[in-house]
């Protein structure tokens, strides 16, 4: 390989800082890779004429059947509140990102519990029009293209969130300079503002496809087979480690594909915070019936993603209600939400100050291995988390080895067998989110400003803190946020390895309803819905404010 | 970030488990709420404090492997004969000092070195609609393989554990190639593709979805003891068959313990099998989750009485564990999902 920047200092801090973290927080993963030169020609014979190809076209059918349809509704959603005015807007704003609390296993749940055939909308049909089993067609929720829909409902936010920063961003002068031309309006859309707004539609999109490419708890409860379902079934049913690691590993490199491409079709495009206030685009005030269009529009994913799951949640808890709220369930919500805090704090300094090295040094191999990092996002929970118990239980061992020969004394399982396991998992696994985030703000920022800085004596630390951080206080924050939703919903990796009496909501509702007991799962689940709203209308407050002046440069 | 590392270092060492007089560390694989009632009475009558980690049996497996000789855990407790044989068989597991309750036990609920043992009982027979299925129709888990029954029959996914401890009992039993047979022959039946859980199949047959099912039989009971009015009336419209009475008998399965290689707490562990197997514990049991007890003098409850009596396969059952691999290959091939 060779490198522009032969004469650069291997070992100058940030280097040696992002290294060590990076191969920290990747050691889950590069584990699942390791596995790859341990062959496992029996059971990927059996895999190869059985189960796999079901396996990969199910993944992809979903991971792009979320993608098609999250982009979809976020941009349709994006463009109605970031370019016109109408009554209602306000609340609309902040309502569209409430599906983003909800996990998308619980809303599973809850329209199964709706639309099963022995639930109360087939029933009242059957009662209603007398019918039986047979004479009518009702569509499965149960299938592929339900799990499709009940991803989509709730990870549409993402691009919504995404584009409509994009939208609301571009300069009013573009639009005039389009009109000017004779451009006709439905053009300039087509023409101009979605390529311009591409690379962060793109992205959104991606980061709900490497969700959906990760998800285990709607597929498994669907009965959908996908490569989430077979990592298990490989590894518990047929008993054999290393080929469930190495179809992690399969499906790790689908999702590095998806982040080539949406890295190469945003290549072309770089945005720069210029420095000046541009003038943005006016809001078009909508007026009678059209009103009533855009307001239903944007109703709909509301309603299906968030308020008639709550109401069905709702209904189920005031039936169970009394017996469950007591000291436990407080703790229960306690445990949740410092987890949460813990971890996105964690994870959005992490994501801070390797953003801030990749700019500081721009060198391919800094940019590869946070690259891999990212990697964490799409690997399924209870994949990063195994790897993990068996590094951290690795180093626990060869430490208490060492403590006993010093000082005769073992200290136990201190990073296995404490939150510090969960913490690193949360961080690794979210990583992707946060650097989307900052890596987006930092971006903006114009690198002379940090030459003005530097040429002003500041020390690059003291730039990332005094200069960038609050320059990009939108992106930290929503960083923060979303990282902190995306713990407080986690499942698989806080049920592996989380200490001895710790439990958290979503291990509460989730342990319920795998019981089968999805009406006593209903009070934790709308408690994770609830808490998860609080960062959500602070997100909204954050995205309402005048963004900083800013306009992009192609 | 140097900072940072050392935060977290003691954030950690302050977190993890303190050292209390008396303890017990249980990894379950039995849910929070079905143990924890019952692990409070044991620390309210011995003062032992019991530290209690639940989650997916493969997964505590495999936490209890990486942490070697300083796993915390002293006990390993499962819903599933064949995680306990996987454990036995990853030499995670000691023998199990006999005590008095423990030898009251018959000897298919134990392992031949006495590394794990049977705390209760669950059977798996046909769940059959009341109006649509007559009881003398059916007779053994063959017959719903035969042509009349195609379209009729609702069964979870393969993945899930019991379907595969099922198999792996039949090709125990009847060998591979009739056990074949019959995967084979189910999967052509079939009503609708596997999904849901086992009640979800007892509300399909109660909706007449299918007409018969395959789940165990503490989630009917626990249908039938349900406060919601719904789900009562849905268990009410099925019954249980319990299949092949004249030769092998119904498929059971057991959920149980094992006593940990390294564990710390031995003594109190022992104590904690022996209070499990108590008459008490063994009520509990049976009137809270309808588990059948595994002690042949404790009396059932009303509900599960009201199933009726019926004879088991006599298959040791760490041959389960033994076959599980084997049994998901061949549902594989069948290409029951």
């Known amino acids: 390989m060779k490198f522009k920047n032969w004469s650069y200092n291997w070992f100058n801090p940030w280097f040696v800082g992002i290294a060590l973290g990076c191969f920290i927080l990747a050691a889950p993963v590069i584990l699942v890779f390791v596995s790859v030169f341990f062959p496992q020609t029996e059971i990927w014979q059996h895999l190869y004429s059985t189960v796999l190809s079901d396996y990969i076209v199910n993944s992809l059918i979903l991971a792009f059947g979320v993608g098609v349809l999250v982009i979809v509704i976020g941009t349709v959603l994006a463009w109605c509140i970031a370019r016109y005015e109408f009554t209602g807007r306000k609340q609309l704003q902040w309502l569209i990102l409430l599906p983003m609390a909800m996990p998308a296993y619980i809303i599973a749940y809850t329209y199964t519990g709706l639309l099963d055939y022995a639930g109360p909308v087939q029933t009242w049909l059957r009662e209603t029009f007398n019918w039986q089993y047979g004479d009518y067609y009702f569509p499965d929720i149960r299938s592929l293209p339900g799990a499709i829909i009940m991803l989509s409902l709730v990870l549409y936010p993402y691009v919504y969130m995404l584009a409509r920063t994009a939208f609301s961003e571009q300069p009013a002068s573009l639009e005039e300079v389009s009109r000017s031309l004779g451009v006709s309006p439905s053009k300039h859309l087509f023409k101009v503002v979605l390529p311009l707004a591409r690379p962060a539609i793109l992205m959104g999109a991606a980061l709900a496809m490497m969700e959906a490419f990760a998800d285990y708890g709607t597929v498994q409860y669907f009965g959908v087979s996908t490569f989430t379902t077979g990592i298990f079934r490989t590894w518990f049913g047929l008993g054999n480690g290393i080929a469930a690691a190495q179809l992690a590993a399969m499906l790790t490199s689908f999702v590095v594909l998806l982040l080539i491409l949406e890295y190469l079709s945003r290549r072309k495009i770089r945005y720069y915070f210029q420095g000046q206030r541009a003038q943005q685009v006016s809001r078009q005030k909508l007026t009678g019936s059209k009103v009533f269009w855009v307001q239903f529009l944007c109703v709909i994913p509301v309603f299906f993603g968030f308020i008639l799951p709550v109401l069905q949640l709702l209904s189920w808890a005031s039936r169970t209600y009394s017996k469950q709220l007591n000291s436990e369930f407080w703790l229960l919500l306690w445990n949740s939400f410092y987890l949460a805090a813990i971890a996105a704090i964690t994870a959005v300094s992490l994501a801070l100050l390797f953003a801030y090295g990749k700019r500081l040094n721009p060198i391919k191999p800094i940019q590869f291995i946070v690259g891999v990092v990212s990697l964490g996002y799409a690997v399924p929970g209870t994949v990063i988390a195994i790897g993990a118990m068996i590094s951290l239980s690795w180093l626990d061992i060869k430490l208490n080895t060492l403590t006993e020969n010093w000082f005769d004394l073992s200290v136990g399982l201190i990073f296995s067998g404490s939150l510090f396991a969960l913490i690193l998992v949360y961080s690794s696994r979210f990583l992707a989110v946060a650097m989307h985030n900052i890596d987006t703000g930092l971006a903006r920022i114009k690198p002379n400003m940090d030459d003005a800085a530097r040429s002003l004596g500041h020390k690059p630390l003291q730039i990332l803190r005094t200069i960038h951080v609050p320059l990009m206080k939108t992106s930290v924050l929503s960083a923060l946020l979303l990282v902190f939703v995306d713990v407080l919903k986690e499942l698989p990796a806080t049920l592996i390895l989380r200490p001895f009496n710790f439990n958290t909501l979503a291990v509460k509702a989730f342990e319920l309803a795998s019981d089968e007991r999805l009406m006593d799962a209903a009070l934790p689940a709308l408690a994770i819905v609830s808490v998860g709203i609080l960062p959500v209308i602070l997100l909204t407050m954050l995205m309402d404010k005048p963004s900083p002046h800013s306009s992009q440069i192609k | ?337």
């Open chain 2, 1 to 337: 970030m140097k900072n940072i590392i050392s935060c977290m270092f003691v954030i950690a060492a302050l977190l993890s488990p303190l050292v209390m007089a008396e303890q017990v560390n249980l990894y379950s694989a039995r849910k929070e709420a079905l143990i924890k009632p019952l692990l409070d009475k044991f620390t309210q009558q011995t003062g032992i404090a019991v530290n209690l980690v639940t989650g997916n049996a493969d997964n505590l497996i495999t936490r209890l492997k990486s942490e070697g000789k300083y796993s915390p855990a002293d006990l390993l407790l499962t819903t599933d004969v064949g995680r306990l044989y996987r454990a036995k068989e990853q030499g995670l597991t000691q023998q199990i000092l006999e005590s008095e309750a423990i030898s009251k036990l018959p000897n298919n609920f134990r392992d031949e070195q006495g590394h794990w043992l049977g705390l209760s009982l669950r059977a798996r027979p046909l769940m059959v609609s009341v109006d649509r299925v007559a009881s003398q129709t059916i007779a053994n888990l063959e017959d719903i393989t035969k042509p009349e029954w195609k379209g009729r029959v609702c069964i979870r996914s393969s993945s899930n554990i019991y379907n595969q401890s099922m198999v792996a009992a039949l090709i125990a039993q009847v060998g591979e190639s009739a056990a074949q047979e019959w995967v084979n022959g189910l999967v052509k039946n079939f009503a609708r593709p596997p999904q849901g859980g086992d009640r979800d199949q007892i509300k399909a047959v109660a909706a007449g979805l299918c007409d018969v099912a395959i789940a165990n039989t503490y989630y009917l009971a626990g249908m039938l003891s349900s406060d919601d009015e719904t789900t009562q009336q849905q268990a009410k419209k099925v019954k249980v068959i319990w299949p092949n009475q004249t030769d092998r008998g119904a498929h059971i399965n057991i959920s149980g313990v094992a006593l940990t290689k390294n564990a710390p707490n031995k003594d109190a562990a022992v104590k904690l099998i022996d209070f499990l197997l108590s008459n008490e514990s063994q009520l509990w049991y049976a009137t809270t989750n309808h588990e059948y007890p595994v002690l042949a003098d404790i009396a059932w409850s009303k509900l599960l009485q009201s199933f009726g009596t019926f004879k088991t396969e006599q298959v040791p059952l760490g041959k389960l564990g033994e076959l599980n691999a084997a049994a998901v290959q061949m549902m594989d091939r069948a290409g029951w999902k």
